[in-house]
């Protein structure tokens, strides 16, 4: 069974990031989608509902699987057997931060492989942070996000959250 860890903050999980994640099972037999429980970066949703959000985005999707985790990224894909990391790419820019984390989790465990799929040239100029700016603001932006996430985006905007 070749399996994957897909991490990330996933605050919220765009179509870029369910792209990807469509893409590495075709690679994979089982791809565990890892929500970071305590990302450094602050966030708009919840852990509990970033992992909501994500379960119900990739509900038709039969060799995924979702779970938290926290501590090392590298630690959570040995304890799950899976052989390797996945993250997208999206523009040179990304290049350096995925090359000094893989290289330093390659330093931490060997064992574990990254891979880089490339991201879809429909979404590699988005980010959660963009979409979320830009919907505060007034955007429609649903075709960048999955419909759960979009909504859950929306319920916060009526909720009267205020940056
Ligand atoms: N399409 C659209 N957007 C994408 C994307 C894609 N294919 N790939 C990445 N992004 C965006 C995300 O929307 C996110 O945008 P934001 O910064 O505006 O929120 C950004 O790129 C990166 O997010 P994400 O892919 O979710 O990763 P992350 O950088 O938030 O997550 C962890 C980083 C959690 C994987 C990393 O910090 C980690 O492994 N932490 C665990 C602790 C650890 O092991 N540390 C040592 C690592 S060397």
């Not at 603001?137 to 859950?152: D, F, I, M, Y």
Request: glycine letters at 4%; a positive charge.
């Amino acid at each position: 069974m070749k399996r994957a860890v897909y991490p990330g903050t996933f605050d919220p999980i765009t179509l870029g990031h369910l792209d990807i994640i469509k893409r590495a099972t075709t690679i994979f037999d089982e791809v565990i989608v890892a929500v970071a429980k305590r990302p450094s970066k602050s966030v708009l949703f919840s852990f509990a509902e970033r992992l909501k959000i994500v379960e119900r985005a990739v509900k038709n999707l039969k060799k995924v699987k979702i779970e938290g985790f926290s501590g090392l990224v590298v630690e959570f894909a040995k304890k799950k057997k899976a052989s390797c990391i996945i993250r997208g790419l999206r523009l040179l820019s990304d290049f350096e931060y995925e090359f000094q984390m893989a290289l330093t989790n390659r330093k931490i465990a060997p064992q574990i492989e990254t891979i880089f799929l490339m991201a879809h040239q429909e979404y590699s100029y988005i980010s959660s942070s963009l979409v979320k700016e830009a919907v505060f603001l007034g955007a429609n932006l649903k075709e960048l996000l999955p419909k759960p996430a979009w909504v859950a985006l929306k319920r916060k905007i009526n909720e009267g959250f205020s940056r």
